[in-house]
């Protein structure tokens, strides 16, 4: 371990369906280059882990073609493809040891014992668990249980590690300790992880890119911070992580730049990104961050009317939920500073925000 180049994987023209009628898959086409660390992220039923069943050959393609390192795999026997797999559940063989359970892949693929040891030694100092080699998995914790999985993924150098929700059965401290543990790992391996996860902030916090999926298609594929700061539609925008929306029409565009007349009649500011023509139906998205309160006269492109309905205190900053445009979840985050303003509920000011912080987006009639 700690050679490896990382393995490529392209699917062309994928789909899959389960009853001949409906497609649970599209029309799928991605490349992911050696060494990435890709998060496939989505609702349940999105399509992202039966993308990734379909890349392990635990489940066919209904069309298209799968390859890995430019050779298609389609036919190819689940334990033929050298993919390795971590799922939630750890999937330890209670009976086995330590050891024995990160021997297993070895002793399948018939490996001389002296290799065995010692590739299992090494896997086991790579997830800081030394010594554990003669426990049994009931002996271990959550995390520690997490871990051999790991450990078992990578003991026989696979070019390609699949990971399912590999952290959904942990606790919150625990689970953002592994994610940087998994993150190290992969750094210091240089393989290719293709990680499922429903959670959007286990997902910026790992991945190299994120390939949002809602509905059988990929909605976006982005690295975090893209995917975060400039979401290509209403579902990313509202997916990945908090977000204002306001409905409106589009009244005017001006190059990159359109004037949008909100429902309740005020007019804003924002950057043209996913929207029809003048006329057209839009969502407007804003970061809650993005947004100030009590903006000076001018200062900013958009300023509304605001009133508090409620302040929560959560350490580092403050959420102020407000009233704004006829909608009564409009959050802005206030950075908890000695300078932050004195706010009450009920209180009454101006809340504003720069024109490309704003984007116009498709209407989903949401």
Known sequence: MGTNKGASVRFESVQKSYDGETLVIKDLNLDIPRGEFLTM???????KTTTLMMLAGFEPATHGEIFLNDRPINDVPPHKRGIGMVFQDYALFPHMSVAENLAFPLKVRKLPAAVVEEKVTRALEMVELPGFGDRRPAQLSGGQQQRVAVARALVFDPDLILMDEPLGALDKQLREQMQYEIKHIHKNLGVTVIYVTHDQAEALTMADRIAVFNDGVIQQLSTPDELYEKPANAFVAQFIGENNRLNGTVRKIDGN????ELDCGNT?????????????RAILSIRPERIELAPKKGAMANNLRARIEELIYLGDHIRVRMSVSKTDDFVVKVRNASSRPALSVGEELNVGWHSKDCRALDFNGA
């Open 41 to 47: 992220l989505g609702p349940s039923g999105s399509g």
């Open 257 to 260: 730049v359109c004037l949008v």
């Open 268 to 280: 804003v500011r924002a950057e043209k990104v996913n929207v029809g023509g003048v006329g057209a």
